[in-house]
């Protein structure tokens, strides 16, 4: 009976020495099966997949992969005579397709029905174009008249593909809205004024205004001569040796 009594107190529950061998195989085995998922965790498979979706997030992030967080912005002001082709010329530039010569570049530019009808712009206007690493030019083909989440999608594309952004600011080239485009050069902060002349129209009056506009604010500008496919030659030399003087 004693020893039957023994044995029987050896395996009760309350026994400490038991009770720690128990502990004890528990936690080894907790300890292997917390190492086994470890192991699985830092599996060579997981590992690759983890530096796919890495590369993949640098790629599509260029602020990151770059060191930089927005891109470098130019702000260039678009000025000179009425239907010197300031609009059709951003509008080409911007969107990276061709004039029709019936005014489809323009008809992205233009924001009002008055100026689609007369082909003139009225108002101040802002357009970008980007540069990506290689210096290749990034367009946004979405019109004015687009709605504005079209719109806001062609800018963030363009913006978050691009190195370098260049903002176009179309200003009004007719005399009676002269305000409107010197309000576009004092409070649009441009970092150089685009003056464009036609060839077949010369330096008019308004192109000399807005020249001495620029001089004054102490705007950089350089020239751009178009239609001088249209243009006689005698006409075309004349108008490059007037601006040379």
């Known amino acids: 009976m004693n020893e039957q009594s023994t044995v029987a107190g050896d395996a009760r529950p309350n026994d400490p020495e038991k009770n720690t061998e128990k502990n004890v195989q528990k936690h080894q085995q907790g ?23 890495t590369d993949t ?12 967080n927005v891109p470098q912005d130019v702000r260039i002001a678009v000025i000179g005579n009425v239907d010197s082709g300031k609009s059709t010329m951003i509008g080409v530039l911007t969107s990276g ?5 019936r005014g489809l570049a323009r008809s992205r530019i233009l924001r009002h029905n008055h100026e689609q009808a007369n082909g003139r712009t009225s108002c101040l206007s802002q357009h970008i174009m980007g540069f ?7 367009h946004q083909p979405v019109s004015i008249s687009a709605t504005p989440k079209q719109k806001t999608a062609a800018w963030s594309t363009v913006f978050q593909q691009s190195k370098n952004i260049v903002t176009f600011i179309d200003l009004a080239g007719h005399e009676k809205y002269l305000k409107t485009t010197i309000g576009g050069l004092t409070g649009c902060f441009p970092d150089y004024a685009f003056i464009v002349v036609g060839a077949n129209m010369g330096i008019s009056k ?3 205004e807005h020249i001495q506009v620029a ?10 001569i178009t239609k001088i496919d249209i243009s006689p030659e005698k006409i075309l030399k004349h108008t490059v040796k007037t601006l040379v003087k």
């Open 132 to 138: 990506n690493l290689k210096k290749k030019p990034i």
């Open 57 to 68: 997030v640098d790629n599509n992030n260029t602020s990151n992969a770059n060191g930089r």
């Open 215 to 224: 001089v004054a604010l102490s705007i950089p500008l350089f020239v751009v």
């Open 31 to 53: 300890t292997e099966t917390q190492t086994h998922v470890a192991i699985v965790d830092s599996s060579p498979e997981k590992e690759s997949k983890e530096e796919d979706n």
């Open 97 to 101: 397709e061709f004039d029709d010569g």
């Open 206 to 208: 308004m192109t000399r």
